[in-house]
């Protein structure tokens, strides 16, 4: 080989070796960064998952709740319904008193006493 056929190899392997210097120091830079934006977006994905976890518990007590309230509703409707049929058969029982009807007073004190709970007054049901 002559002297400027190895000269001119040597700068051609020389100038190969800085460019794939360079390229591999590029893909370092590359899978680098890359490597941090996943580890960001893996600590982005355990956030969201928490507070879709923090969510549903929330929605879990609300749902809870609201049944809880659906029950109580239920049972002052109950009461309610219970004290009105027993207002209604007070109200009958006034009614006839004050017209003087005899049958009506004992039919409206008899729905009286089916009617109205017997611990009226004394905090119970």
Do not use: W, Y
């Not at 070796?17 to 590359?30: N, R, T």
């Not at 941090?36 to 549903?56: C, L, P, Y």
């Not at 004290?83 to 049958?103: E, R, V």
């Amino acid at each position: 080989m002559p002297n400027g056929t190895k000269k001119t190899a040597t700068i051609v392997l020389s100038v190969l070796v800085v460019v794939l210097a360079l390229a591999a120091g590029l893909f370092l830079f590359l899978f680098l960064s890359e490597k941090g934006a996943v580890a960001d977006t893996n600590s982005q994905v355990s956030n969201t998952e928490q507070q879709i976890k923090d969510q549903k518990g929330k929605l879990s007590d609300a749902k809870s709740e609201t049944t809880d309230l659906q029950d109580k509703g239920q049972d002052l409707q109950g009461t309610h319904d219970q004290l009105q049929a027993c207002t209604d058969s007070t109200k009958a029982a006034l009614q006839a008193l004050d017209n003087g009807d005899q049958a009506g007073l004992t039919k409206a004190v008899d729905d009286m006493v089916d009617n109205c709970p017997r611990d009226l007054g004394t905090g119970g049901s």
